[in-house]
């Protein structure tokens, strides 16, 4: 598993993504491809990738690229801030190494962390490089372990949620006697 794609939330207030670089550039497995996606609202602007040198793998870099789910489809393991991709990457079964950016992304992170749907890197600030280098490669040598974490995501995130909240919500209004309240809305 080499294609290894990097998303560090729209804004990357804190630079993860050279941490992230820097972890990879450790990882030794064959064929390593990395994608880094820097948000729309990244402080830095173009030039960007200049700013971290060469690597001894290609890197593509992608300014908010529009079709996040080809990227992800394309990809064998993501390393991704903890926000609300996290969701997609499920969705997409996507393995994914999560790191904890904001105070908001903890439960998420530690929930999907302990089913097994992704790998838990733990609060940004307490994690460094060497670790992190050491939980991607383990990842991409695992095939075993990504085709369970993919299989959980999918079967935890499967698209239909909006369809059950709205059939939910129907059953409710029609039980309660409440019909014109659903139209009303």
């Known amino acids: 598993a080499g294609k290894i794609l990097v998303m560090m939330g729209s804004s990357d207030a804190e630079n993860q993504i050279g941490k992230v670089l820097q972890a990879l550039s450790e990882v030794d497995v064959p064929g390593l491809e990395v994608t880094v996606v820097i948000g729309a609202a990244h402080s830095r602007g173009d030039g960007f990738e200049q700013e971290f040198g060469s690597f001894k793998f290609p890197v ?22 903890g926000g609300s991709t996290c969701w997609e990457l499920a969705f997409m079964g996507l393995p994914g190494i999560l790191i904890i950016t904001a105070p908001n992304q903890r439960k998420a992170v530690e ?19 060497a670790t ?10 695992d095939k075993a372990g990504r085709t369970r974490m993919s299989q959980k995501g999918r079967a935890l995130v499967d698209g239909l949620g909006t369809t059950r909240v709205i059939e ?11 019909h014109s309240q659903m139209f009303d809305r």
Do not use: H, Y
């Open 132 to 141: 992190l280098g050491r939980e991607v490669e383990l990842l991409a040598l």
């Open 168 to 178: 939910s919500k129907m059953l409710s209004t029609l039980s309660s006697g409440s």
């Open 60 to 81: 593509r870099w992608m300014r908010d690229p529009e079709d996040m789910s080809e990227l992800m489809a394309k990809a064998d393991v993501a390393v991704s801030a």
């Open 111 to 129: 929930t999907l962390g302990s089913q097994g749907i992704a790998r838990n890197a733990g609060w940004f600030v307490d994690l460094d490089a």
